[in-house]
């Protein structure tokens, strides 16, 4: 079972900031198979990037993924106000097929 | 535009049965997976099963195995999420959402709050 570990739990950051997410897996996952979402208060999740690295449809350019091994990263650039949100990544590959991490708060400093 | 739109909330009593329905537009859905996701109050995300709704192949996560029933009418382009005795741990949001080819769910259902009380 591949299990996905968030760090930090909490990122407390100011608009304008430059956010780091990390998302480690137990075994190694796929970069095809990686993503990445946002979800706020009372939303839907959003997917923002797929295949590790590649944005979703409408998806602004200052979210960028990347990959290092078993390490993933979510980076936000600047963060705008409407960045701060609750962010996940999710993999699919063995049984479970697909799992999600335990979510990485950004929050307003 | 691709729309994927569930059924109302629920409240239900333990012990009772359930078939929540998540009506799929906009893309052909005979060649997309259909996953379901759940997130109970305060939680993150859990993914519970996908349906393939071209041959209604399905697979679990193994902690949902048995506790719940995917299926899909491909006739009316819906799938099905169902309980047949609800317990009071299966209060959560409940999610549809389509699943991409990298794997990825694009499009998401509303969600369905399902509330299990006596």
């Known amino acids: 079972e591949i299990v996905l570990t968030q760090s930090p739990g909490t990122l407390s950051l100011s608009p304008g900031d430059r956010a780091t997410l990390s998302c480690r897996a137990s075994?190694?996952?796929?970069?095809?198979?990686l993503a990445w979402y946002q979800q706020k208060p009372g939303q839907t999740p959003r997917l923002l990037i797929y295949?590790?690295?590649s944005r979703a449809t409408g998806i602004p350019d200052r979210f960028s993924g990347s990959e290092s091994g078993t390490d993933f990263n979510l980076t936000i650039s600047r963060l705008e106000p409407e960045d701060f949100a609750v962010y996940y990544c999710q993999q699919y590959g063995r049984s479970p097929q697909f799992s999600f991490g335990p979510g990485t708060k950004v929050d307003i400093k | 535009e691709v729309q994927l739109v569930q059924s109302g909330p629920e409240v239900k009593k333990p012990g009772e049965s359930l078939k929540i329905s998540c009506k799929a537009s906009?893309?052909?859905?005979?060649?997309?997976?259909i996953g379901w996701v759940r997130q109970m109050p305060g939680k993150g995300l859990e993914w519970m099963g996908f349906?393939?709704?071209?041959?209604?192949?399905?697979k679990y996560n193994p902690s949902f195995q048995g506790q719940v029933t995917i299926s899909a009418d491909k006739s009316i382009t819906t799938a099905y999420l169902q309980w047949t005795s609800l317990k009071a741990s299966d209060t959560a949001i409940y999610y549809c959402?389509?699943?991409?080819?990298?794997?990825?769910?694009?499009?998401w259902g509303q969600g369905t709050l399902l509330t299990v009380s006596s």
């Open positions: 959402a389509r699943v991409t080819p990298h794997r990825a769910f694009d499009n």
């Open positions: 349906i393939y709704p071209a041959d209604s192949e399905t």
């Open positions: 075994q190694r996952v796929s970069s095809n198979y």
């Open positions: 906009g893309y052909n859905f005979n060649t997309y997976w």
């Open positions: 295949a590790a690295s």
